[in-house]
């Protein structure tokens, strides 16, 4: 599990199953080539192509990815314990979740459930595309 702080709440996240992850990765496709650029220090321009990718994906798509994000965590409730965040299929469990803390949520879930993925491309590519 990572622990994570989001405007003074603390949250931590599971790792989503692998199906998840591919289904996610998959209505994710159209923004990963921005993504990367951003990610990786490419700042010409790459900032209004990740807009506009995230822009081109259907609601049904930003829907699923951000449900799957959000039903993989929990948020601390003090000395009771942790709570989910979004139950399956139902809305979010805390109403002062709002779009920047959404986003900074799921992104913390993305990093952490993508990030070996992605090394390992980046490590292939530096390689000549050398097989794992």
Known sequence: MTE???????YRSKKMN????FH????????LAPLQAVATGDMSGSLVALAEAIGSLSDDASDYVLDRCLEVVQRKQGEAGWAPVKLDGGPSMFSD??????LQIAANVLRDNYAELFQEGLA?????????
């Open 97 to 102: 979740i709002d779009l920047m803390a959404l």
């Open 18 to 21: 692998a199906r998840t992850q």
């Open 124 to 132: 292939l590519q530096s390689n000549g595309g050398a097989s794992l």
């Open 24 to 31: 996610v990765m998959r209505r994710m496709a159209p923004i």
């Open 4 to 10: 994570f702080v989001v405007k003074g709440q603390t």
